[in-house]
Structure formats: structure tokens, C-alpha cells
Nanobody, 119 residues
């Protein structure tokens, strides 16, 4: 099993930056990819960016050039650097990891971290 914990959320002003962290524990060697999602009130959960253990990266067009996903395998942590935040990007940000150990596969989720952006 893998446990995920997000951190780094907070209250910022529009145009500011935040760096979120997703720290994994447990069977971290079984993680194949980690994805950041966000969910604003009344909206569906949206994929933001993902990174595989081979450093293949996908980033949604709406944040390209402003958000950067990275991973530190020594700390089992994936980061999301968010620059030039807008009020519309206020949401709960979640990380999720695909976990494959032998024949089993599961998706682990963190509890989320709140990002509030004042305009």
C-alpha cells in the first residue's frame, strides 16, 4: 500500500506562486506515476499534471508555462510549482499515484490541500 500526503497549500494573491508537495510512504517502489488534480467548488475534478517514474510529463494546456511538475525520488515526493496563479485556480489540489506491485494495481489518493487565491 501507498499513502500520500499533500502540503504547501495556502492563501495567496492573484499573480503569486505556490509549491505543492505530494509525499509518498509505504510501497513507494511500486509507484509508476503521480498526478496532480484540482477540484473547485461545484466543479468536476480536473487533471492538472502528471509525471511518471521515467519522467514522462503531461500538463494540461491551461497551465502550461506556469505550472511545473517535478519529482525527487530520494524523498518519494512529487512537487507542483504553480506560478502566476489566478483566482479561478482556487481549488483543493489532490495528488494521486498509480501503484503496481506484481499482479495487483491500485490508485492511491491524498487528502488534498486547499489553495485559495484572492483577486
Amino acid at each position: 500500500q501507498v499513502q500520500l500526503m499533500e502540503s504547501g497549500g495556502g492563501l495567496v494573491q492573484a499573480g503569486d506562486s505556490l509549491r505543492l508537495a505530494c509525499a509518498a510512504s509505504g510501497d513507494t517502489m511500486c509507484i509508476s506515476a503521480t498526478t496532480w488534480y484540482r477540484q473547485a467548488p461545484g466543479k468536476e475534478r480536473e487533471l492538472v499534471s502528471s509525471i511518471s517514474t521515467t519522467n514522462l510529463i503531461y500538463t494540461v494546456d491551461s497551465v502550461k508555462g506556469r505550472f511545473t511538475i517535478t519529482r525527487d525520488s530520494t524523498k518519494s515526493t512529487v512537487y507542483l510549482q504553480m506560478n502566476t496563479l489566478t483566482a479561478e485556480e482556487a481549488a483543493v489540489y489532490y495528488c494521486s499515484s498509480d501503484v503496481k506491485c506484481g499482479p495487483s494495481r491500485e490508485v492511491a489518493w491524498g487528502q488534498g490541500t486547499q489553495v485559495t487565491v484572492s483577486s
